[in-house]
């Protein structure tokens, strides 16, 4: 026996849809749905934590990477753009302003002297440091009013949608 659950704002706008187009299968609709609006309501609340710190999701992101990179907490460029998926012009703006709050520096490649590597300064790395612990605990927040099981069986699901929609982008 399914257990009822009070209607979300997804569910409004299917049900306008069966209304208007009844022979249109707008089930997808549902999780796609409700996926594009958990990620800008979870933006949000993430945002929030970040902005505690001065900092902006992408400056998170940049200063994360690093640090989870391990000591020396320096990697390239290419390395950079590619794990956070933006453009190579879009990182070079980027580290620009990084640079510039002394969150990390540009140094030359001793194993590639056409190319530099992107390193957390101890200003950067203190920061971030403080900042990751409040995201987590953050994100404990986020989720705590899902039980253990639930939680388990969502990561799961969103592992495999998430396998599914990489295998198609490499296609």
């Known amino acids: 026996m399914a257990t ?22 707008a089930s997808p609709m549902g999780p796609i749905g409700r996926l ?14 970040f902005a505690t710190f001065d900092l902006t999701s992408w ?4 200063l994360a990477t690093l640090r989870r990179s391990g000591a020396p907490y320096c990697l390239a460029p290419t390395t ?5 998926m ?10 620009g302003k990084l640079e510039a709050q002394g969150w990390i520096t540009r140094t030359p490649n001793p194993a590639d002297a ?15 440091e403080r900042a990751v ?8 927040r986020i989720l705590a009013p899902l039980k253990a099981a639930e939680l388990a069986a969502l990561d799961a699901r969103l ?8 295998s198609d982008a490499r296609q």
């Open 4 to 25: 009822q659950r009070p209607p979300d704002a997804v569910d409004a706008i299917l049900d306008q849809w069966r209304r208007e187009r009844p022979d249109l299968d």
């Open 36 to 49: 594009k609006r958990c990620a800008v309501l979870l933006q949000r609340r993430l945002d929030e934590t």
């Open 59 to 62: 400056e998170f992101d940049v």
């Open 80 to 84: 950079l753009f590619s794990t956070l």
């Open 86 to 95: 933006v453009t190579s012009g879009t990182m070079t703006h980027r580290m």
């Open 114 to 128: 056409r190319s530099s590597l992107v390193q957390l300064t101890p200003t950067g790395l203190a920061l971030i």
């Open 133 to 140: 612990e409040a995201h987590v605990a953050n994100e404990h």
């Open 159 to 166: 592992s495999q949608l998430l396998l599914a929609l990489e």
